[in-house]
């Protein structure tokens, strides 16, 4: 890769970019401590980079990771919602 570099002065994709975000949320009672639910959501990204841009790549692919685990744990919590409320809403 390195004279492949030289030759594309850095402008070929020489870096390996690897993201992991974990994203979790509880569902719990303030006043008894009491869990209703635990949920977690684990997002993997991977892209290449040229050495220039490296940064700026790295940063982009850790922002677009967090938003897509988090938009998967609203998701997650959005579809439990009403099992949630059937399980343990107030009767009468």
């Known amino acids: 890769?390195?004279?492949l570099s030289?030759?594309?002065l850095g402008l070929s994709p020489t870096r390996k970019i690897s993201a992991?975000?974990?994203c979790s949320a509880l569902l719990l009672d303030t006043r008894t401590g009491y869990i209703y639910s635990a949920y977690e959501v684990t997002e993997r990204a991977?892209?290449?980079s040229t050495s220039w841009g490296s940064r700026e790549?790295?940063?982009g692919v850790r922002r677009n990771n967090e938003r897509e685990a988090f938009r998967k744990l609203v998701d997650d919590v959005t579809t439990s919602w009403p099992k949630v409320l059937e399980r343990h809403g107030q009767k009468g």
């Open 46 to 48: 991977q892209t290449f």
């Open 57 to 59: 790549s790295a940063d």
């Open 1 to 3: 890769a390195k004279p």
């Open 20 to 22: 992991v975000t974990t």
């Open 6 to 8: 030289v030759i594309t």
